[in-house]
C-alpha cells in the first residue's frame, strides 16, 4: 500500500494533482488537495512530478 500525503501548508489549491492523476486519488477540499482514493493509486509519479509547489509527498515516488 502507498504513503500519499500532502503538505497543506505548500498547497495552493491549483488543483494541477487532481487533474492530472489517472486514478483520481486526489480531491480539492477547501482550496487544499486532500488523498480520497490512495488505494488506486498506480505509482506513476505523475502528481509529485506536476505539482508545482513540491506540496505531494510519496512513498514510491
Ligand atoms: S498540485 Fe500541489 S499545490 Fe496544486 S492542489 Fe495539488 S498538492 Fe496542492
Ligand atoms: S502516483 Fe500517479 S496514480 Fe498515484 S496518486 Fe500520483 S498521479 Fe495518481
Do not use: F, R
Amino acid at each position: 500500500m502507498v504513503d500519499i500525503s500532502v503538505d497543506e501548508a505548500k498547497c495552493v489549491g491549483c488543483g494541477t494533482c487532481v487533474d492530472t492523476c489517472p486514478s483520481s486519488v486526489y480531491e480539492l477540499n477547501d482550496g487544499k488537495s486532500v488523498v480520497v482514493n490512495a488505494d488506486d493509486c498506480v505509482e506513476c509519479c505523475a502528481c509529485v512530478e506536476a505539482c508545482p509547489e513540491g506540496a505531494i509527498s510519496h512513498s514510491s515516488c
